[in-house]
């Protein structure tokens, strides 16, 4: 079986609101290979931010930077012909693209039957590892992290996924 061709995202967030995304990281994998890597700072709506002491991004760095729709085009562009998307804790990152999306009046740019791949499932599946935060996966796993820097997150969900098709070496 040919490796996925899939893309993995990452978003932080500004508040508890989804659309409140002020960074994204992707990493686009095309037949077991890392061929691109993106991220970008994003400007909420809302100059609020309540998790500043977890990402480090605060108002002043993104002010200046793009909204979301002006994101849109990397962010489809990066999801054309994928398998699927990945994300660790999936349901959190596709829950911001499509709050995202919805807020700025963009359809989600996944292809009809394109989903989400999760990879703290497939961390318990395919090695049995909890609990299944990302920094612990990594580590597990021997895969670079600097935790909620959004292009480092990423790049680690890929290599998950990577690791759990025997794509990579342990």
């Not at 994300?87 to 039957?113: I, K, M, W, Y």
Request: with cysteine; hydrophobic share 45%; proline share 7%.
């Amino acid at each position: 079986m040919a490796p996925p061709t899939f893309t993995a995202i990452d978003f932080e967030t500004a508040t508890r609101l989804p659309e409140s995304a002020c960074a994204i990281g992707m990493v686009r994998v095309e037949r077991g290979t890392i061929v691109r890597r993106e991220s970008r700072l994003i400007r909420p709506r809302s100059p609020e931010f309540e998790f500043t002491w977890l990402h480090a991004i605060a108002w002043n760095d993104v002010a200046a930077e793009p909204a979301f729709d002006e994101i849109w085009p990397l962010i489809r562009e990066l999801c054309e012909g994928v398998d699927y998307v990945a994300a660790h804790n999936a349901s959190f990152d596709e829950g911001v693209l499509r709050a995202c999306c919805e807020q700025s009046g963009l359809p989600t740019p996944l292809p009809r039957g394109v989903g989400f791949e999760c990879t703290v499932g497939l961390a318990r599946r395919v090695w049995g590892i909890y609990p299944t935060r990302l920094d612990v996966v990594a580590a597990r796993l021997g895969v670079p992290l600097r935790h909620h820097d959004a292009a480092s997150d990423a790049e680690a969900c890929a290599r998950i996924v990577l690791r759990a098709h025997g794509c990579e070496a342990a």
